[in-house]
């Protein structure tokens, strides 16, 4: 239902902040722990959650309220408001809300409102400096100084309108340092000393480190055209077919147990007995599973790091496999070209299409992409009757092989640590 502009229930709204922190990740468990524990002091404090679209930490602040049952407000903005910020909002006159349950979703006008004028950075985004004025306390877990927090986080220490105790400041380890607080302190904001240990429960598990009788690791194949491999990499998200809200979970719940790591991939495959197929970089969005047919003790000399996918094409982790066996189950070599070829595949031939060479920019040189050598799968391969000796799991030490070794009924082999360390 539509309504007049007001804010919902008692409490302050109490915003939780941050400058841009990357992938979720161990360097990350710090900062999550802050997190959970702002939300949690919000919730005894019967005060209400204030977050916007787009911003960091939106999606953390979300799923927070939910699990924590706080109440939140959300501030939504539509395509028509992405413009930049370049004034403080005084006054909310003329604006809408629709009010549900304990969610406001406040849509701000895509043309010009009633704003008045107290700064002048044009570069601040809109949904920044809205959830920065309307909070009445501010929690900020990260900063990079000269970022587009850290000038409206001073902004607001500088202006009457707050008091400087309303913005408390994460400091630690992973969170913000004492050398970037400092002047912030000065002007009156608060410093949070965040306990590093982890929540109860949330310690990594420990793998079981070797089977009884496992069998020692095997000597890397270096056999031309026996053997397609399949290499994981650590998780950008969540895992296929794992929710939105089961991998957020995951890390609020578990931050120092939670594993998205390229083994925790491979281990996933050993005790799934299961290749989850992906639309990641296949044109036309077809699920299928790559694998390539460069030898395993090659492998290495592929990794490359993608600037414009911000990672390696390739990590020490992977699952070997026999390619007689693969060709069974309909396992086929890409086929390469240009747009030209991709106009004269037919439907069922387009899941083996990959484009010869791509420019990943302007400045950067063209990439090959036929060194990679891919064979792929159409859709999830089941490994459920997959024999014995008809795979080997690549590793790049001896503590990952004992890892694996006790969920595997393959046997491993280590890639040459000279090798793998070189590519680092």
């Known amino acids: ?18 400058s841009r922190c990357g992938r979720p990740g161990p360097q990350l468990v710090p900062w999550l722990i802050a997190l959970r524990l702002a939300v949690g002091t919000a919730a005894l404090g019967g005060n209400r959650l204030i977050t916007a679209t787009g911003t960091t930490t939106h999606r953390w602040v979300v799923r927070a309220s939910c699990l924590w049952s706080v109440p939140r407000v959300e501030l939504v903005l539509p ?81 009457r309108v707050w008091p400087p105790s309303t913005l408390t400041l994460a400091v630690g380890p992973g969170l913000i340092s004492d050398s970037v607080a400092g002047p912030l302190l000065e002007l009156g904001a608060s410093a949070w000393e965040v ?63 939670a594993d998205y790591s390229a083994e925790a991939a491979l281990r996933r495959i050993v005790t799934q007995r299961r290749l989850a197929a992906s639309s990641s970089g296949i044109r036309g969005g077809y699920r299928v599973v790559s694998f390539t047919e460069v030898p395993p003790a090659g492998l290495v000399e592929l990794r490359t790091y993608r600037r414009h996918r911000t990672r390696y094409d390739f990590e020490p982790y992977g699952l070997a496999i026999c390619r007689e066996w693969l060709e069974r189950r309909g396992v086929r070599p890409a086929r390469y070209g240009d747009q030209r070829l991709w106009a004269e595949l037919a439907e069922d031939e387009r899941p083996f299409f990959q484009c010869r060479a791509t420019r990943g920019g302007s400045t950067q040189r063209a990439v090959d992409w036929t060194r990679e050598r891919e064979w792929r799968h159409v859709g999830d391969l089941s490994l459920a009757d997959l024999p014995a000796d008809a795979a080997i ?28 360390a070189s590519t680092v």
């Not at 539509?2 to 709204?13: D, F, I, K, L």
């Not at 491993?412 to 793998?420: E, F």
């Open 1 to 18: 239902m539509e309504t007049s502009w007001q804010w919902p229930g008692g409490g302050e709204r109490v915003a939780v902040i941050s």
């Open 79 to 159: 395509a028509g408001g992405r413009r930049v910020m370049a004034d403080w909002p005084a006054g909310l006159h003329g604006w809408r809300a629709s009010v549900a349950g304990p969610l406001v979703e406040c849509w701000l006008p895509g043309g010009d409102s009633s704003i008045s004028c107290k700064t002048s950075d044009s570069r601040i985004p809109l949904r920044d400096a809205l959830l920065v004025t309307l909070a009445d306390r501010l929690v900020v877990l990260r900063l990079k100084p000269w970022g587009n927090i850290w000038s409206l986080v001073m902004a607001r220490l500088r202006d």
């Open 195 to 257: 306990p590093c240990q982890p929540p109860l429960g949330s310690a990594r598990p420990a793998f079981e480190s070797a089977r009884t009788g496992s069998s020692p690791p095997v000597s890397v194949p270096a056999d031309e055209g026996r053997w397609l491999t399949h290499c994981t990499r650590a998780a950008q998200g969540a895992w296929p077919g794992q929710s939105e809200d089961d991998y957020l979970d995951d890390w609020l719940l578990r931050p120092a147990a």
């Open 393 to 420: 799991l690549l590793l790049p030490d001896e503590q990952a092989a004992c890892r694996l070794a006790g969920c595997s009924p393959w046997p491993t082999a280590i890639l040459a640590s000279s090798a793998v």
